[in-house]
């Protein structure tokens, strides 16, 4: 199917952007302004889903704007791949809209305007690295991403915000800096070009085995947000963002951004045959599974329930980056899949955190033993992402991991195939814990009466909630596109 070009994918961009300088200027009329990220975000998600039909089809929509160099255009495609994370995003921003604008209320935070367009600027970054046709144009993005939530992780303006907000910058800006530059240069030296090739842009080129390998390991370790060990220390000191930035941007945005950055890699700019020739799957698939036990084991060793959420999101990305390296065909069906269903859930529990610390002030997990019998849909909503988490019918995760186990067999890689297992044991034994407890403890006397849900709050954890059953019982829309990309 020749390429539909059109507007389309720059409106993406165009339409969380606009809303950022929206909200800027209703600085002062602060009812008006909650109302703006809510009403882009559909406005986003619309245009989004009119592509869809195009993508689903086996086409693209293309949009290419100006040459840079030869071989190097400022250029959109939105293409099976990137429909899976602009889905994600745009769905995603609905219910995370609503729950930042109840968040952020409840506590009477500080700099609210600047807080509400960062985070939309932080969703135009995102979809316009989605619908990115070429390396060029997804580095700007991936680099703009990390400078507008900068503000947002150093938002409590303390000093460990600061902190945390510096070791972001120097790994997501530092790593980006040295090595990616370097991949991007040594790739278009060899090939002249920087677009996504369905087949791998690198595929048949005249270079050395050492060569390509250089750049694979630069495009690895350089797109940081990924969080392979040991590039992932920064998303555990970004937890010190509110939990709204938390949810969206590292459950969803900055995250994916990094593990989607490399499944572009893998599938467009090497390609699979050549990642299999060079010996460079089952080398990645080796070192993500120690970054999956070992944020696994970690997670269990944290109180504080963000911190350990953000570890079981770096365990959570190398299953996606792993899917893809294995190089089967239903493990990388299973690693993109992934990708919707680990935001679905992790949003969720990311909510709960915020939830439970709005009505309680409560962090440490050993401080919220009885706390579901006051906030019975918070904890609801938490197990039920925890049973995705783990991987248990009928929800999301289950979908995923099981093509990412039957992957593995198909690939004849049976390591990896305990490699999930095992850390399906860790999830449930740094999630279930949380549960019981909240249920089934003996609740401090000392707890205020005045806990209670919140309902801005609460209803967008249990959208999300459901919507991680949802995918797992008709998990066709993704499965459709992840085998668009596979094919």
Request: proline share 4%.
């Amino acid at each position: 199917m020749d390429p539909v070009v059109s507007i389309r994918p720059l409106l993406a961009v165009a339409v969380p952007g606009l809303a950022a300088l929206i909200i800027l200027f209703l600085n002062n009329r602060e009812k008006l302004r909650d109302l703006v990220s809510p009403l882009a975000a559909i406005v986003l998600f619309v245009i989004v889903a009119s592509m869809a039909p195009t993508v689903l089809a086996g086409g693209t929509v293309d949009l290419r704007l100006f040459e840079i160099l030869p071989g190097v255009e400022f250029a959109f495609r939105a293409d099976a791949l990137g429909m899976v994370f602009a889905t994600i995003s745009s769905l995603l921003w609905i219910v995370a809209a609503i729950y930042s604008v109840g968040y952020m209320r409840h506590l009477n935070e500080h700099a609210q305007t600047r807080f509400f367009a960062c985070f939309a600027t932080s969703l135009a970054a995102a979809v316009g690295g989605a619908f990115a046709a070429n390396l060029f144009t997804l580095v700007i993005f991936y680099e703009a991403l990390s400078l507008v939530t900068y503000p947002l992780v150093y938002h409590h303006e303390d000093e460990e915000a600061w902190k945390g907000a510096r070791k972001y910058l120097v790994y997501l800006m530092g790593a980006s800096k040295s090595v990616l530059l370097a991949a991007l240069a040594l790739t278009y030296s060899i090939a002249g070009s920087l677009d996504f090739v369905h087949g791998g842009l690198l595929a048949g080129v005249n270079a050395s085995a050492a060569l390509l390998t250089v750049v694979y390991f630069c495009y690895l370790f350089g797109f940081a947000k990924a969080a392979v060990m040991p590039m992932h220390a920064w998303l555990p000191a970004a937890m010190v963002a509110p939990t709204p930035v938390s949810a969206l941007l590292h459950a969803v945005a900055v995250v994916k951004m990094g593990v989607f950055c490399l499944l572009r890699v893998v599938f467009h700019v090497f390609g699979v045959s050549l990642v299999g020739e060079l010996g460079l799957g089952i080398a990645t698939a080796y070192l993500v599974s120690f970054t999956i036990l070992m944020a696994s084991i970690y997670a269990l060793t944290r109180d504080d329930l963000k911190a350990r959420l953000a570890y079981s999101t770096v365990s959570q990305l190398s299953y996606i980056v792993l899917g893809a390296v294995l190089l089967s065909p239903v493990a990388m069906v299973g690693g993109i899949i992934h990708m919707a269903a680990h935001a679905f859930s992790k949003i969720t529990l990311f909510f709960c955190a915020g939830s439970i610390y709005c009505a309680s002030g409560k962090r440490n997990i050993s401080d919220m033993a009885g706390i579901g019998r006051r906030l019975p849909f918070t904890m609801g909503a938490f197990f039920i992402a925890s049973l995705s988490m783990i991987g248990i019918p009928p929800t999301a995760g289950f979908i995923s991991k099981w093509y990412l186990t039957m992957g593995s067999v198909q690939a004849g890689q049976i390591a990896f195939v305990a490699v999930l297992l095992m850390s399906s044991v860790l999830n449930a034994a740094y999630f279930l814990p949380v549960s019981y407890a909240a249920f089934f403890g003996t609740e401090d006397q000392e707890s205020p009466a005045s806990v209670r849900e919140i309902p801005m709050v609460t209803i967008p954890l249990v959208a999300t909630a459901i919507l991680s059953v949802l995918m797992g019982i008709f998990p066709g829309y993704f499965i459709s596109l992840a085998d668009g990309v596979v094919k």
